[in-house]
């Protein structure tokens, strides 16, 4: 998968190249019949946040280091605009896996989300740092920890429709198995009493 910068609004398109397409055409045949819908019901309830933190990713020790300085040895500790926590900064900028182990370590909250409801399973997605085995081994990693891997974000998208919106497909196939599911709204019922009121009301010629 390529991606283009535009200067203009400062985001990245991300698009397929032709010579990828027919594996992206597999990609999606292998898990199309594997996809589990259910409808959604209430938005995710979101924590209130305090604190401001700039988070240094290299390695563990770095981690450590910037743990103690910046957060008072709080592991806790969020920051940013998006309001995350060191978890979910590791798992969104970082391209090993040293950072997530040696915060879960350290008793990092797994299901901890930021101020969109994105959890670490949704920021391994959106990781254009890390490599795909790298995304496979920490959702693993996330997920033997018992992360909730349904959990919507406030756009009411599951880690399994992040991983699908951005051609992840390994990565949707291991959610998959640990039953990962795509969100629906209700669908729109009308009955048949109104649609024959509204019929007899119409005005004949």
Do not use: W
Not at 88 to 96: N, W
Not at 107 to 129: C, P
């Amino acid at each position: 998968m390529l991606e283009k910068y535009n200067q203009e609004d400062n985001s990245y398109t991300h698009y397929i190249h032709i010579s990828e397409f027919e594996k992206f055409c597999e990609g999606v045949k292998k898990i199309s019949n594997r996809i589990k819908y259910e409808t959604f019901g209430e938005e995710p309830d979101e924590s209130e946040f305090n604190g401001e933190y700039h988070l240094i990713i290299d390695d563990a020790k770095s981690l450590e280091d910037c743990i103690k300085t910046q957060a008072n040895d709080n592991v806790e500790a969020i920051f940013g605009m998006y309001r995350g926590s060191f978890l979910l900064e590791c798992c969104l900028r970082s391209a090993g896996l040293e950072g997530i182990e040696y915060l879960i370590d350290r008793g990092a909250e797994i299901n901890r989300t930021n101020i969109l409801g994105d959890n670490a399973l949704h920021m391994l997605v959106l990781n254009e740092n890390m490599a795909e085995e790298n995304k496979i081994k920490a959702a693993q990693i996330l997920i033997d920890k018992s992360i909730d891997v349904n959990r919507p974000n406030i756009r009411m998208e599951t880690p399994l429709m992040a991983a699908l919106n951005h051609l992840e497909f390994d990565v949707a196939s291991l959610l998959i198995d640990n039953g990962g599911y795509i969100l629906r709204p209700p669908a729109q019922k009308e009955t048949e009493d109104n649609s024959t009121k509204e019929n007899q009301e119409k005005p004949t010629n």
